[in-house]
C-alpha cells in the first residue's frame, strides 16, 4: 500500500492531489493512516479554528504517546513567520517570509504537494532583535472560494484557492494611511457574511470592511486607538452579532482597549480602554467569549486580564479584574464556565491556569519546571513557554513552546497531564497548531523552520 502510494505522488495528476506537484522544499515521509468512518472531522479556516475560540470538533484522536509517537506524515522547510497554516478540505494555505520574499503557498493537506505559489518581494526590518517576519495568518472563505492574506508590509490579497489567481489586492498602507507597529502587521482579517473585516489601525480608519469578492470599502470605524496584534473575532451578544476588536498599536503614550462595533454597518457601540502603561507592550490575544454577555481580555504586561460585562444596550463594565492572568499573545480557552490558558511574558515565567469565569477566582496554577523527556535517543529538558492550547476530542492538546505535545485533563479542582511527546526541540514555536481531518500541522520556528504534519488519526 505504501509502495503504491509512494508511486502515485510520482505523477503529475494524483487521486489525492490534483494538479499539486513535488518541490525541492518538501520531506514525504509516509501515508497518513485511514481516517476512521466514525470520526467527526473540520476544516480549521482561522488561526483559531472553525469557531474563533480554539475548539475542535474532531474525535477519534491518538491521545496515548507511550506506544507510538505522532507520526511525521511530511514536512516542508519554510522561512521566517510566526503564522500558523489554514485548512479547507483538500486546500492548505500558509504565508512565511522566503530569502527577501513574502511567500503564499497552497498545498494539498496529506501530501504536502503544492498546487500553487505567490511571492513578491517584502521589505523585512528588526525590532527589539525580532524579525519583522508575518504574523497574519490566512483566512479561508468557503463560501467564496477564496483565501485572504495580510502580508507584514500591509498588502491584503483576495486570492482564488483552487487556482492561486489573485482576485484583488490592496495596500492599505497607501489606501488607508499609514498605522504605527512594533513589527508590522499581525492582525489576521475576520470574515463576516460578504464582508472582510480588517483591524487596520489607521488615522481615519480604525477598523475597515471590504467587499470580499471585490476589495470595495463598505464601511469603517474611526477611533484613537490604532492596529493590534489581536485579530477581531464576532460574538453573540444579547442575542445580536457584535464585532470585537482589541486595538492598540505602537503609540507613546500607550494606548488601547476593546472596540464593540456592530458588523453591519460599524457603528461604534463602546469601547473600553486596556492597555500596558508600558511603550513597548502589545495587545495580541483575541478576545473570548464566555456565555451570552461576558468577554475576557488579557494582556501580557502589567494589567494582566479583565472580564467585562455588556449591557443590552451594548455598554461595557468590568465584572472582575485578573493582574496575573497575564498573557502575551496566547489566546486561552474557555471551557464550561472556566477559562484555561498559558500566563505569562517570557518562556521561564509562564504558567498554566484556570479561572473561574463568573467570579474571577483564580482555582490553580502550574508553572511546569523543566520537563525531562526522550527525544532522538537522548533526554532534553524543555520549558512549555508561552504554549498554545486547544479544546479537542474532550481533552486539552497543549503546544509548548520548544515543541512539546501535551494531552491534558484540565478542570477547574485540578489538571492531570495524560501524555506528552517532545515533537523536535527548537524555540520560539508560539503559533498555535491547526488541525483537520485527524492530522495536525504545526509551524516549528528556531534555526531550522519547517511546517510539519503529524498523523494523530488513531
Not at 268 to 292: K, Q, T
Request: aromatic fraction near 10%; glycine fraction near 8%.
Amino acid at each position: 500500500m505504501k509502495f503504491i502510494y509512494a508511486l502515485l505522488l510520482t505523477l503529475p495528476l494524483t487521486l489525492h492531489a490534483q494538479h499539486a506537484k513535488s518541490f525541492e522544499r518538501l520531506t514525504f515521509h509516509h501515508a497518513p493512516k485511514p481516517l476512521s468512518n466514525q470520526a467527526t472531522t473540520s476544516d480549521w479556516p482561522r488561526f483559531l479554528g472553525p469557531s474563533d475560540n480554539g475548539h475542535s470538533p474532531e474525535t477519534h484522536l491518538l491521545t496515548d504517546f507511550l506506544d507510538r509517537y505522532p507520526s511525521r506524515i511530511w514536512e516542508v522547510k519554510r522561512g521566517h513567520s510566526h503564522t500558523a497554516p489554514v485548512i479547507s478540505g483538500d486546500h492548505l494555505v500558509f504565508i512565511h517570509e522566503l530569502d527577501g520574499k513574502e511567500t503564499i503557498e497552497c498545498l494539498h493537506p496529506e501530501t504536502g504537494q503544492r498546487y500553487w505559489k505567490i511571492d513578491y518581494p517584502v521589505s523585512i526590518k528588526q525590532s527589539y532583535g525580532i524579525t519583522d517576519a508575518p504574523r497574519s495568518s490566512p483566512v479561508i472563505d468557503k463560501a467564496s472560494g477564496l483565501v485572504f492574506t495580510l502580508g507584514v508590509n500591509s498588502l491584503l490579497q483576495a486570492i482564488e484557492l483552487t487556482s492561486g489567481k489573485i482576485a484583488w489586492k490592496l495596500n492599505l498602507e497607501k489606501t488607508l494611511g499609514k498605522a504605527p507597529f512594533f513589527f508590522g502587521r499581525g492582525s489576521c482579517p475576520l470574515i463576516y457574511g460578504d464582508l472582510l473585516i480588517v483591524n487596520a489601525g489607521a488615522p481615519d480608519a480604525t477598523v475597515v470592511a471590504f467587499d470580499k469578492k471585490t476589495g470595495n470599502q463598505v464601511w469603517k470605524t474611526k477611533h484613537d486607538w490604532n492596529a493590534s496584534y489581536s485579530s477581531p473575532i464576532i460574538a453573540k451578544i444579547h442575542g445580536k452579532d457584535r464585532l470585537l476588536v482589541f486595538a492598540g498599536g505602537m503609540t507613546d503614550p500607550p494606548h488601547g482597549g476593546l472596540l464593540c462595533i456592530d458588523p453591519t454597518n460599524g457603528k461604534l457601540d463602546d469601547a473600553f480602554p486596556w492597555r500596558s502603561s508600558m511603550f513597548a507592550s502589545v495587545n495580541a490575544a483575541s478576545p473570548v467569549i464566555c456565555g451570552n454577555d461576558q468577554v475576557f481580555l488579557t494582556e501580557g504586561y502589567d494589567r494582566g486580564g479583565v472580564m467585562l460585562k455588556f449591557s443590552p444596550r451594548m455598554k461595557i463594565s468590568p465584572l472582575w479584574k485578573a493582574p496575573k492572568f497575564a498573557s502575551q499573545f496566547q489566546t486561552p480557552v474557555y471551557h464550561d464556565g472556566y477559562l484555561y490558558g498559558f500566563s505569562g511574558s517570557s518562556t521561564p515565567n509562564s504558567e498554566l491556569v484556570c479561572y473561574d469565569a463568573k467570579s474571577g477566582e483564580k482555582k490553580w496554577s502550574e508553572n511546569f519546571p523543566e520537563l525531562g523527556l526522550p527525544y532522538q535517543g537522548r533526554e532534553v529538558r524543555v520549558l512549555l513557554g508561552r504554549g498554545s492550547l486547544l479544546h479537542v476530542d474532550g481533552k486539552f492538546l497543549a503546544l509548548g513552546a520548544q515543541g512539546t505535545l501535551l494531552w491534558f485533563d484540565l478542570q477547574p479542582d485540578g489538571l492531570r497531564l495524560l501524555t506528552k511527546s517532545q515533537l523536535f526541540h527548537s524555540p520560539d514555536t508560539w503559533a498555535p497548531p491547526a488541525l483537520s481531518r485527524g492530522l495536525l500541522y504545526v509551524s516549528q520556528n528556531g534555526p531550522e523552520p519547517k511546517l510539519i504534519c503529524y498523523d494523530l488519526r488513531k
